[in-house]
């Protein structure tokens, strides 16, 4: 294969942006949307000295209108679509007898695989993240809907990682010769922003989404934050797919530990029964779990991995502590899980929202459509120098 050049150190990563958030907040041609990933409502509070796992969702929204957005959008919409593409993915690959299938939501993964393991690259889901997902919808859904001109639209986006800064600027991730995320800012460089701007969260007065088209969020969408929480979004839906009713009982607590990497077995019903899943965090479960596939120790249907340990929900780009880690994550994803069952809807499908973009846009889950916007491809990458890649992957393991 061709060797593509990249930063070894991930140094570009770091750039801040903030300049060029400012620049198109003031250039009034631009219109501005924004979208806050899962985990930045239960981690953002903490920057601004409010305690741990609070939900400041609705600061957040009342900050981004005090700064001038003009639309702003929730990463958990983006989600709930990738469950729509991933889950009718996973049943096809079933079908097929193709297993495993990994997760693609997390692009430290993604560029784990590319780099140390490309030949494993067909069984990674070709589902964009929720991240791309939500940006590439805004850039031609949104922008049809509410006639912007896509080439005058800029999506920000505010992630718990840095390895979100490098999976935006990935070629395949654009559309008519455009990125589809245009800037990402960690939740450092949003809050270094806000104030900056003279914004205070804690004095903002909590307020609500009110884009009718892409805000919507299920409590599926909300738990994709912490690990096992996008196995068990997937599941909600596959279930209803697969049976026609909704799963009984939609927290599946087999999925809910902590332990760098778990597994189970989950009844689908249908014609497919029971499927063997594993959910794996960090990095050190992931090389393991990794190796004991590739050896044929294990095997399993579906598998998650997060990169960072716990999640996003302690991603590089938040606020963490090395020392107390472990209250920290697990207060964020006891709001996670809180909204989770306060949502109206607490399984993908049946957000409303995404309901009226596949009736109204895509058609269904992996037409022409929705498989040439929202689905992607993955490269090799292990022509990169070895000492670079060591330090490339210590590095975004380090910084998430
Ligand atoms: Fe980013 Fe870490 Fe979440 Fe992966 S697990 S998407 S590296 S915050």
Redesign the pocket.
Known sequence: GQCVMVCPTGALSERDQTQEVLDYLADPAITTVFQMAP?IRVGFGEEFGLPPGLNVEGQIIAALRKLGADIILDTNFGADVVIMEEGTELLGRLRQKKSPTFTS?????ITFIEKHYPDMRPMLSSTR?PQQTLGVIAKTYLAERRGIEPANMRVVSI???T??KEEARRPELGHDGRPDVDVVLTMREFAHLLRREGIDLKHMEPSAYDDPYMSEYSGAGAIF?TTGGVMEAALRTMYYVVNGKELEHVEIGQLRGFENVRTAHVNLGGEFGEIKVAMC?GLKGTRELVEEIRAGRMDFDFVEV???PG??VD????LRSKKAYLPYALKRRATLYDIDRHTKARQSHNNQQVQRLYAEFLGAPHSEKAHHLLHTSYRDRSCVRPADIEAAWDE?AEE?
């Not at 939501?105 to 993964?109: E, H, K, L, R």
């Not at 991603?315 to 938040?318: E, I, L, M, S, Y």
């Open positions: 985990a939501c997390c692009p430290a993964w993240s992630m718990p990682c390895a979100k934050a965090h997060m990169a960072c999640g996003c991603g590089g780009g938040t975004q998430g």
